[in-house]
């Protein structure tokens, strides 16, 4: 199955059956890869994705922005990005817009990058 973002996150070639043939640490053309390709963008946006129902949901904002840190890095998000992104919301009128700003921003976060 040719894929370029399986390339560039480490698919072994599969010359042999050992698994130190894939590589596991992170790479600047990971982090380019998801700030910048195609196929992030695609489910980013995609309108029966995670970004989607959320904004289409009846959830509060606080708890939008929550389930979006838990859906992405596994973790309630401080106070402090909840204030942050609290105020993307209050300063668009597009909520979907918004939640996809978010869930992208989140994506190309140092600690998701690194840890996911």
């Given at each position: 199955?040719?894929?370029?973002?399986?390339?560039?996150?480490?698919?072994?070639?599969?010359?042999?059956?050992?698994?130190?043939?894939?590589?596991?640490?992170?790479?600047?053309?990971?982090?380019?890869?998801?700030?910048?390709?195609?196929?992030?963008?695609?489910?980013?946006?995609?309108?029966?994705?995670?970004?989607?129902?959320?904004?289409?949901?009846?959830?509060?904002?606080?708890?939008?922005?929550?389930?979006?840190y838990l859906t992405t890095l596994t973790r309630f998000p401080s106070e402090q990005e909840?204030?942050?992104?609290?105020?993307?919301?209050?300063?668009?009128k597009d909520r979907h817009e918004v939640t996809e700003d978010i869930?992208?921003?989140?994506?190309?976060?140092?600690?998701?990058?690194?840890?996911?």
């Amino acid at each position: 199955l040719p894929s370029h973002f399986f390339d560039v996150f480490g698919r072994p070639s599969r010359l042999t059956v050992c698994s130190c043939e894939r590589g596991v640490e992170p790479s600047i053309a990971q982090a380019l890869h998801l700030m910048n390709s195609a196929e992030t963008m695609d489910k980013v946006m995609n309108r029966r994705g995670r970004a989607a129902e959320l904004a289409n949901s009846s959830l509060t904002v606080d708890d939008m922005i929550t389930e979006l840190y838990l859906t992405t890095l596994t973790r309630f998000p401080s106070e402090q990005e909840l204030v942050l992104m609290r105020s993307a919301f209050e300063e668009s009128k597009d909520r979907h817009e918004v939640t996809e700003d978010i869930l992208w921003t989140l994506l190309n976060t140092r600690e998701f990058v690194f840890n996911h």
